[in-house]
């Protein structure tokens, strides 16, 4: 049990994630803040995350040691290992790294295929996160990845030699898959030995070249029920093969195995956003304070280079509150609801609390409460329900 005066705050651990903006190929659904990679001015990026880095501790002086850090994206695999390690190294140099920091670099199996493994473990990354997205051929051209199920599978295999701590990324609920398919997929997957999962189901964004297909009516997604239908196949599939999830979407073999640096999102810990688009949460005088990068690389060097303090704005009691529980009720840790009444001074409405508890939703033991894997599909609804 974490013991601390604030109810969120880096004492609930403290995260530094680095986003890569740049891939090789933009993705259909992707809707993360990314750019083709033949724009990249590499070096000007790579100083721009330095200097932010430098910033950040100018400011976070009392802050403790960091317990993970996190090179995410984009495709930070095609980061030079010499890039990966500069950054780690200052990291450390500036905050000090926990004894068993966790440091994960995302990758995509082509990058893994071709890179020198070594490189990246002698830059400080111990943890890998692959995005293999599927095991099907067809499948991996709808999504307009640029391997195919050979690759994936020789590149986590590959992995699994150089990091016994690592994880893959599919995709599933894509328009029309049948279950059975995907329930033979996803035994593949789990048959590939990775101790952590993530499963994502396709979510189509309007500004996505999938959300324009879709308004076309070109791409029909899977209904809600169907999908609701393949998240339980996915428990139960996974649970068989000794990878229950300890989050919505998340599963491990193990909780040494668990993604430290996402534990601390849903725990409402302090993490730093270094690169475009990132986001920070950071506590600075008992406040809770949002960086939010510019998206554009140049608009993120320039704001780098024209301001020496954080730009940050102040979260409101409220609206972390609300933040606080629906991160915390993602993760099988649950949440304890004082946190909200500490924040805010009003308590989790008894009678909606009642409500979920009835409708299966809930489990509540004293003052913590934790989703049921029925409550883990509805995850937004409960928090709303409960939220102050
Ligand atoms: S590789 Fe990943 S981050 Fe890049 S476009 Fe595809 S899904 Fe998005």
């Given amino acids: 049990m974490i013991s601390t005066a604030l109810p969120f705050g880096p004492a609930y651990g403290f995260g530094l994630y680095i986003h890569w903006p740049f891939c090789t190929k933009i993705c259909p659904y992707c809707d993360f803040n990314v750019y083709a990679a033949k724009d990249r001015d590499n070096d000007a990026l790579v100083k721009a995350l330095?200097?932010?880095?430098?910033?950040?501790?100018?400011?976070?002086?009392?802050?403790?040691?960091?317990?993970?850090?996190?090179?995410?994206?984009?495709?930070?695999?095609?980061?030079?290992?010499?890039?990966?390690?500069?950054?780690?190294?200052?990291?450390?140099?500036?905050?000090?790294?926990?004894?068993?920091?966790?440091?994960?670099?995302?990758?995509?199996?082509?990058?893994?295929?071709?890179?020198?493994?070594?490189?990246?473990?002698?830059?400080?990354?111990?943890?890998?996160?692959?995005?293999?997205?599927?095991?099907?051929?067809?499948?991996?051209?709808?999504?307009?990845?640029?391997?195919?199920?050979?690759?994936?599978?020789?590149?986590?295999?590959?992995?699994?030699?150089?990091?016994?701590?690592?994880?893959?990324?599919?995709?599933?609920?894509?328009?029309?898959?049948?279950?059975?398919?995907?329930?033979?997929?996803?035994?593949?997957?789990?048959?590939?030995?990775?101790?952590?999962?993530?499963?994502?189901?396709?979510?189509?964004?309007?500004?996505?070249?999938?959300?324009?297909?879709?308004?076309?009516?070109?791409?029909?997604?899977?209904?809600?029920?169907?999908?609701?239908?393949?998240?339980?196949?996915?428990?139960?599939?996974?649970?068989?093969?000794?990878l229950p999830a300890y989050e919505v979407s998340n599963h491990a073999r193990a909780p040494e195995m668990y993604s430290r640096h996402n534990l601390t999102y849903w725990r409402g810990g302090d993490w730093i956003g270094l690169g475009p688009g990132a986001h920070g949460r950071l506590t600075l005088d008992g406040q809770r304070l949002v960086t939010?990068?510019?998206?554009?690389?140049?608009?993120?060097?320039?704001?780098?280079?024209?301001?020496?303090?954080?730009?940050?704005?102040?979260?409101?009691p409220l609206d972390n509150a609300r933040e606080l529980l629906a991160l915390g009720l993602r993760s099988d840790e649950g949440f304890d609801t004082t946190r909200l009444q500490k924040l805010t001074g009003i308590p989790v409405p008894a009678d909606a609390m009642s409500g979920m508890k009835e409708a299966g939703l809930l489990k509540q033991d004293g003052r913590h409460i934790t989703l049921t894997r029925e409550g883990r599909l509805l995850a937004d609804r409960v928090a709303a329900e409960l939220s102050p």
């Fill in 50 to 242: 330095s200097d932010d880095l430098a910033r950040h501790a100018r400011t976070l002086e009392s802050h403790p040691r960091l317990s993970s850090i996190y090179f995410g994206g984009g495709t930070p695999s095609l980061m030079a290992p010499k890039d990966i390690a500069g950054l780690i190294q200052q990291a450390e140099t500036l905050f000090g790294l926990e004894r068993d920091t966790e440091v994960t670099l995302e990758a995509n199996p082509n990058d893994v295929l071709s890179a020198d493994l070594s490189a990246w473990s002698d830059a400080g990354i111990t943890r890998l996160s692959i995005g293999i997205q599927s095991l099907d051929d067809e499948a991996l051209s709808f999504l307009g990845r640029d391997h195919d199920a050979v690759g994936a599978q020789r590149a986590v295999e590959r992995v699994a030699r150089h990091f016994p701590n690592h994880s893959i990324d599919l995709i599933y609920a894509r328009p029309g898959q049948p279950p059975e398919d995907w329930e033979k997929e996803l035994s593949a997957a789990l048959g590939l030995g990775a101790p952590h999962l993530s499963l994502y189901e396709l979510t189509i964004a309007e500004r996505t070249a999938f959300g324009k297909r879709a308004k076309r009516g070109e791409l029909i997604p899977m209904p809600d029920d169907d999908q609701a239908d393949l998240y339980e196949l996915t428990q139960q599939v996974a649970e068989a093969h000794g």
């Fill in 292 to 316: 939010h990068a510019p998206l554009r690389p140049g608009d993120y060097r320039t704001a780098v280079s024209s301001t020496d303090g954080l730009a940050g704005e102040k979260l409101s």
